[in-house]
């Protein structure tokens, strides 16, 4: 799901935490708080989320343009 700008994430419980790492495994953000994340610091290419709810944790990749 390519970003160039806003990130909202969905869930169906609330959001703990949401990391995002770079493919080499570094991480590059962690936000506690809220379901919609600017995007615009972020270099162009592929990113893993972390994202940590009340019920659990999934991983996700996001390609940002």
Do not use: W
Not at 31 to 59: P, W
């Amino acid at each position: 799901n390519p970003s160039s700008g806003q990130l909202r994430i969905d869930a169906p419980t609330e959001i703990v935490s949401v990391e995002m790492y770079s493919m080499d495994g570094r991480r590059i953000a962690l936000r506690h708080q809220g379901t919609t994340y600017e995007m615009n610091e972020a270099a162009q290419g592929l990113y893993l989320l972390r994202i940590q709810t009340l019920e659990g944790t999934a991983t996700k990749r996001m390609f940002v343009e």
